[in-house]
């Protein structure tokens, strides 16, 4: 049962309730009104705050700035003097080609598109040696037959061998850049050493006498060259062999000993390639001759072919009268007098030499030679040597009493 108003309550309660809903309505508006004044002030002091962080304040500090130690000032400042004194000297040093000497009888030309004449080509004539240098850097000796071209700059040469010889000497610690280009890709690199390379169509060859060389090719790895060491390449196999090279005041006769010891076929090798090299004088392909005929000649275990062929070879360097056919068969009757290629060349000796002395003398070693056998053949050999030895007459050589002593009573008869 609800509770029931008596009419004074009832009314009050009418007139009280619109002035409590007026009154929320107004306060509701002043807080609306005060929340748009508080977020315009927070906007209006967020902005000027953004603008005065923006502008620098005259109390505002100065910027940091990256400061250099006093010891470290003092250290720049040394080295950049020391540069400024130093590039000079050392900028005249990198782009002055030094002067290039020249003696003998060498064509050099220049190329014409280099004016400063940095690049160039060299040709010795055959018979002819002469010499390229620059003072306290290196020195070649360029011989006869020799055709070469080179690039230089400062404390650099790059040379391009055709073919020929060439005797190089760099002074030690004076070249920065020192390269000699051959053929098949092969190349020499050098510091400061003392050496000889020579190149044919079919063969190198380089030898050291003083430092180091290293040759780089078609190998697996470079090959290093010391002191005392030669190497032979055949360029057509590509193909290396080491061999001993004495110091240049050893003789040449102890240096072909030395390579024959070593390998008779390299020897053989190397004789024929001199004797064909038009960078050797006459009398270097002489003396080559005459010590590898008397070092084949002398073994037992020569090849009847190459003595042959160095027989044929040393016969071309000579006229009839001055060959020394006389020598190699001497030699040849003093190790395998009994071969084949003795017997031809004593034979040979024989119809070619017509002083009687000499001719007596061939004889004379032949019938001692032979004399050594007991068989039937052997002393019908010596026979026939006496009895041409008796046709010449005695006229009191030397070989004479011998000579009368074996040949009193030839048993064949004259032919």
Same mark, same amino acid.
């Given at each position: 049962?609800?509770?029931?108003?008596?009419?004074?309550?009832?009314?009050?309660?009418?007139?009280?309730?619109?002035?409590?809903?007026?009154?929320?309505?107004?306060?509701?508006?002043?807080?609306?009104?005060?929340?748009?004044? %508080?977020?315009?002030?927070?906007?209006?002091?967020?902005? /000027?705050?953004?603008?005065?962080?923006?502008?620098?304040?005259?109390?505002?500090?100065?910027? /940091?700035?990256?400061?250099?130690?006093?010891?470290?000032?003092?250290?720049?400042?040394?080295?950049?003097?020391?540069?400024?004194?130093?590039?000079?000297?050392?900028?005249?040093?990198?782009?002055?080609?030094?002067?290039?000497?020249?003696?003998?009888?060498? %064509?050099?030309?220049?190329?014409?598109?280099?004016?400063?004449?940095?690049?160039?080509?060299?040709?010795?004539?055959?018979?002819?040696?002469?010499?390229?240098?620059?003072?306290?850097?290196?020195?070649?000796?360029?011989?006869?037959?020799?055709?070469?071209?080179?690039?230089?700059?400062?404390?650099?040469?790059?040379?391009?061998?055709?073919?020929? %010889?060439?005797?190089?000497?760099?002074?030690?610690?004076?070249?920065?850049?020192?390269?000699?280009?051959?053929?098949?890709?092969?190349?020499?690199?050098?510091?400061?050493?003392?050496?000889?390379?020579?190149?044919?169509?079919?063969?190198?060859?380089?030898?050291?006498?003083?430092?180091?060389?290293?040759?780089?090719?078609?190998?697996?790895?470079?090959?290093?060259?010391?002191?005392?060491?030669?190497?032979?390449?055949? *360029?057509?196999?590509?193909?290396?062999?080491?061999?001993?090279?004495?110091?240049?005041?050893?003789?040449?006769?102890?240096?072909?000993?030395?390579?024959?010891?070593?390998?008779?076929?390299?020897?053989?090798?190397?004789? /024929?390639?001199?004797?064909?090299?038009?960078?050797?004088?006459?009398?270097?392909?002489?003396?080559?001759?005459?010590? $590898?005929?008397?070092?084949?000649?002398?073994?037992? /275990?020569?090849?009847?072919?190459?003595?042959?062929?160095?027989?044929?070879?040393?016969?071309?360097?000579?006229?009839?009268?001055?060959?020394?056919?006389? $020598?190699?068969?001497?030699?040849? *009757?003093?190790?395998?007098?009994?071969?084949?290629?003795?017997?031809?060349?004593?034979?040979?000796? *024989?119809?070619?030499?017509?002083?009687?002395?000499?001719?007596?003398?061939?004889?004379?070693?032949?019938?001692?030679?032979?004399?050594?056998?007991?068989?039937?053949?052997?002393?019908?050999?010596?026979? %026939?040597?006496?009895?041409?030895?008796?046709?010449?007459?005695?006229?009191?050589?030397?070989?004479?009493?011998?000579?009368?002593?074996?040949?009193?009573?030839?048993?064949?008869?004259?032919?």
């Amino acid at each position: 049962m609800d509770k029931q108003l008596n009419p004074t309550q009832e009314a009050r309660s009418l007139t009280d309730h619109p002035r409590e809903n007026q009154h929320n309505a107004q306060e509701a508006r002043e807080q609306a009104i005060l929340g748009r004044i %508080r977020e315009k002030t927070i906007a209006a002091f967020r902005q /000027k705050q953004a603008a005065k962080a923006n502008q620098p304040s005259e109390y505002s500090e100065p910027p /940091k700035r990256w400061r250099i130690p006093v010891w470290r000032s003092w250290s720049i400042a040394t080295a950049g003097i020391a540069l400024c004194v130093m590039l000079p000297f050392w900028w005249g040093r990198q782009e002055t080609t030094p002067p290039l000497q020249t003696t003998g009888a060498l %064509r050099v030309e220049w190329s014409p598109k280099d004016p400063i004449h940095r690049d160039f080509s060299v040709h010795a004539p055959k018979g002819t040696s002469g010499r390229l240098a620059v003072p306290a850097q290196w020195e070649i000796d360029i011989f006869g037959g020799t055709a070469l071209s080179a690039t230089r700059r400062a404390r650099q040469l790059d040379i391009r061998l055709q073919h020929g %010889r060439l005797h190089v000497h760099v002074h030690p610690h004076s070249m920065k850049h020192f390269r000699i280009r051959l053929s098949k890709g092969h190349q020499l690199w050098v510091r400061g050493t003392q050496f000889m390379v020579e190149q044919s169509s079919t063969s190198l060859y380089v030898e050291v006498q003083r430092g180091k060389v290293e040759i780089s090719g078609r190998f697996n790895a470079p090959l290093l060259l010391q002191k005392g060491q030669g190497i032979h390449i055949d *360029l057509t196999t590509q193909k290396s062999t080491r061999y001993p090279s004495p110091s240049l005041t050893d003789t040449l006769a102890s240096k072909m000993t030395a390579i024959y010891q070593q390998s008779p076929s390299l020897l053989f090798r190397y004789a /024929k390639d001199l004797l064909q090299s038009p960078s050797r004088t006459l009398a270097e392909r002489r003396q080559y001759a005459d010590i $590898a005929t008397a070092l084949f000649s002398r073994s037992r /275990k020569y090849q009847e072919e190459s003595l042959l062929w160095l027989i044929a070879a040393h016969q071309k360097l000579y006229t009839p009268d001055t060959f020394p056919l006389y $020598a190699g068969c001497q030699s040849c *009757l003093r190790g395998q007098p009994f071969s084949t290629t003795c017997q031809t060349i004593c034979a040979q000796c *024989l119809r070619e030499h017509k002083d009687p002395h000499t001719t007596k003398h061939i004889l004379y070693s032949l019938s001692r030679a032979w004399s050594k056998r007991e068989d039937a053949k052997s002393q019908q050999q010596r026979q %026939r040597y006496c009895l041409l030895y008796q046709r010449l007459g005695n006229g009191g050589g030397t070989f004479d009493a011998w000579m009368d002593e074996h040949c009193k009573k030839p048993k064949i008869r004259e032919e």
